[in-house]
């Protein structure tokens, strides 16, 4: 499979404007299925126009920049190659290198997104950078900053914590309990970050995060709120 990530990468990185193609997910990392989707990033610098894309032939959607509702997540394609899934991500590198001078500084903002409990912190893009491999053209490979493991737990825990108090005085008490689930979980995957951000451990989605963290065995518990709270509000502390 070496060489069709070859083959798409090289499609890929002839695209105008594309200076860099990296290999993200489960395929960069070794975790994947055989039925896993392929995903890749494109890196250009100044401009990219997505009907380039859509001139390679291959079948699916290519959305417009910032197709995905903007922010940093600015857009990208699923398609079909060879019977393959293929997701390609669009990566501008003048904002990519932006985000990794924030990080080093321990700067970073946090935006809605959908599929993501938390949301999604700006630092994502370097995140990607570390774990991507990269197939064509160079790329930084940044080391978690330790300004960013300074600042970043206690946003994410600052975060838990409202959620928390907000799901048991806005919901718990008042006996809603799907309402307090859902602030338990978005408290539980906020306090996923700050303890990986605390340990400076890249993060790219949620998909895992409360493994990662420790923090699976909410699991068995996440119908009772208190419970729940007890223990993130435990692991934040320790």
């Not at 990530?5 to 070794?30: C, E, F, I, K, W």
């Amino acid at each position: 499979m070496a060489e069709f990530a070859g083959q798409v990468a090289d499609r890929l990185a002839d695209l105008p404007g594309v200076t860099a193609v990296a290999l993200g997910g489960s395929r960069a990392n070794g975790t994947h299925r055989p039925d896993s989707d392929w995903d890749f990033a494109i890196y250009y610098r100044g401009r990219f126009d997505p009907a380039d894309l859509r001139a390679v032939g291959w079948p699916g959607e290519v959305s417009e920049l910032g197709g995905w509702g903007g922010g940093i997540m600015n857009g990208g394609g699923w398609m079909e190659v060879d019977g393959e899934r293929v997701d390609v991500i669009y990566r501008d590198l003048d904002e990519v290198e932006h985000h990794l001078a924030e990080a080093r500084a321990g700067r970073f903002r946090i935006e809605n997104l959908l599929g993501y409990l938390a949301g999604v912190p700006t630092y994502l893009l370097v995140a990607e950078l570390a774990g991507h491999r990269v197939l064509h053209g160079d790329l930084p490979r940044p080391e978690y900053p330790d300004a960013l493991r300074e600042a970043a737990p206690a946003q994410w825990f600052g975060r838990a914590r409202f959620s928390l108090d907000y799901g048991r005085t806005a919901y718990a008490v008042h006996g809603q309990a799907l309402a307090a689930t859902g602030a338990a979980a978005r408290a539980a995957a906020e306090a996923a970050h700050g303890i990986l951000a605390a340990r400076g451990e890249w993060v790219v989605n949620e998909k895992r995060i409360l493994g990662r963290a420790g923090l699976r065995g909410l699991d068995a518990v996440a119908h009772d709120f208190d419970r729940v709270e007890a223990a993130l509000r435990g692991a934040m502390l320790g």
